[in-house]
């Protein structure tokens, strides 16, 4: 089976509730923010993007807010669904230079029908 | 559909063994990565490339090599398989100042 969920923090989320999905960064310099999910077997695929001119973007479903204050993002899930479970990791990209991109290790989303 | 695709989603390879992973994109991006990604390590930068027969060492470039001839194909070299290259590789392409995109991946194992 696919390892890429192993040791990660996961979150247990019941069919139909919200989901939300932390991160923090580290780098004042970031100034462009990405998150990912990776269902099992698959490459990473965008779900939604902030440029720090903002604090909060709405997508389908899908809410991040940006806080550069203390340096924090989060990905909110309405009304998760089974489909929803993989794992989400965020990216903060330093767009100065040839773009420093660090990503984190990711939170595993466990939705139960 | 834009995508970047990977030649291979599962390989087996000996140790000792010469191994191309291959990462093509239809996106017309200047920036292609290859990245290895283990379980509790994440995603790890072998290599990168900002243009045409450009290359620049990640963080974990030891046992690698790359080539890009074309735009388009960027190539991951591992010049001698050995077991701790066994990993889940991801190729990835972009714009300056713009997300990934992914490949889906290739598990290589090396035995």
């Known amino acids: 089976g696919e390892s890429v969920g192993l040791h990660l923090p996961t979150l247990s989320v019941q069919e139909g509730d919200n989901s939300i999905i932390n991160c923090a960064y580290s780098n004042s310099a970031s100034d462009y923010f990405i998150w990912y999910k990776q269902e099992s077997g698959k490459g990473p695929q965008f779900i939604i993007d902030?440029?720090?001119?903002?604090d909060k973007r709405q997508g389908q479903r899908v809410t991040v807010l940006l806080n550069k204050t203390v340096k924090h993002l989060s990905l909110q899930i309405a009304a998760t669904q089974p489909g929803d479970s993989a794992v989400y990791f965020c990216a903060e990209i330093d767009s100065g230079g040839y773009q420093k991109v660090t990503f984190g290790t990711g939170t595993k989303l466990q939705v139960i029908p | 559909d834009v995508k970047v695709t990977q030649s291979s989603r599962y390989l087996v390879k000996r140790t000792g063994e010469k191994v191309f992973l291959e990462c093509v994109q239809d996106?017309?991006?200047?920036?292609m990565f290859w990245y290895r990604q283990d379980p509790g390590l994440g995603l790890r930068l072998i290599y990168f490339?900002?243009?045409?027969?450009?290359?620049e060492k990640g963080d974990i470039p030891e046992g690698y090599s790359v080539s890009r001839e074309k735009k388009e194909r960027f190539s991951l070299i591992l010049e001698s398989a050995s077991t701790n290259q066994t990993s889940m590789y991801l190729c990835?392409?972009?714009?300056?100042?713009?997300?990934?995109?992914f490949g889906s991946g290739t598990r290589l194992t090396v035995v």
């Open positions: 990835a392409s972009s714009r300056l100042n713009y997300g990934y995109t």
């Open positions: 902030i440029r720090s001119n903002m």
């Open positions: 996106m017309d991006h200047e920036n």
């Open positions: 490339s900002y243009d045409v027969k450009m290359k």
